[in-house]
């Protein structure tokens, strides 16, 4: 699996859009990208993830560049509950039942939404 | 809640001590998964199950560990001769079989060995 490279930390104002940028410029064509985030003493939660296409639910938005190289997960309107480790990880989806799928988490990035 | 369960979700025990941890997964969820999270880092793998089938085990996992999931529903992590370095929290994921292969972690059971 590709390694990620985020920032250790970012601050956001809250009500204001809060981008986080993730580089894995070893992607390879079959691995998809995944974000999960973790509040404060709680499990991680899966937040989105694309191949190629920009992709949007009710939590973010992801944007992937055309070369797959980086993205940048938007959460457009920041809340303080939204404080939290954002984990960018890229990660082949297998359709086989070998598979593993285990998740390789970095160290990720994290937001401090500020009232 | 995701509806993952683990328990207990705070365990202190001296070191030389066994510790057993229990995870409930989604109960359709044939994919069970543990890591291992210690301060400052992210959540490290350590096993994998497919319904009874352990299918992988990672090098942090060392024989004091072990892992089983019986009936291929709630799964159970043991250390045994528990040492300082134990101290962690122990996560528990579960996924389908289907899509996305999107995990589901469970609130996680922090260990402290003294």
């Known amino acids: 699996d590709a390694k990620t490279t985020q920032p250790p930390s970012m601050d956001c104002a809250e009500g204001r859009a809060a981008n986080l940028p993730c580089n894995h410029s070893?992607?390879?064509?079959?691995?998809?990208v995944y974000w999960y985030r973790q509040i404060h003493s709680q499990g991680p939660q899966y937040i989105i993830h694309?191949?190629?296409n920009n992709e949007t639910n009710e939590m973010a938005s992801l944007i992937i560049t055309e070369d797959r190289k980086s993205s940048t997960l938007i959460l457009p309107h920041a809340t303080l509950r939204d404080t939290a480790v954002y984990y960018c990880?890229?990660?082949?989806?297998?359709?086989?039942?070998?598979?593993?799928?285990?998740?390789?988490f970095g160290t990720g990035t994290l937001l401090a939404v500020q009232p | 809640d995701t509806g993952v369960s683990q328990n207990p979700r705070h365990k202190i025990t001296k070191r030389g001590q066994n510790v057993t941890f229990r995870c409930d997964p989604i109960?359709?969820?044939?994919?069970l998964y543990w890591y291992r999270q210690t301060l400052g880092q992210g959540p490290e793998f350590l096993t994998y199950?497919?319904?009874?089938?352990?299918?992988?085990k990672s090098r942090l996992l060392s024989d004091r560990f072990s892992a089983e999931r019986p009936k291929g529903s709630f799964s159970t992590l043991e250390i045994q001769r528990t040492e300082q370095g134990d101290s962690a929290m122990y996560l528990c994921?579960?996924?389908?079989?289907?899509?996305?292969?999107?995990?589901?972690f469970g609130p996680g059971t922090r260990l402290t060995v003294l």
């Open positions: 199950f497919q319904n009874e089938a352990q299918l992988e």
């Open positions: 694309g191949l190629k």
């Open positions: 109960s359709e969820h044939n994919r």
């Open positions: 070893t992607i390879s064509g079959n691995e998809y």
């Open positions: 990880i890229v990660r082949g989806t297998l359709n086989y039942g070998g598979a593993t799928n285990k998740l390789i």
């Open positions: 994921a579960s996924s389908s079989g289907q899509g996305v292969y999107e995990q589901f």
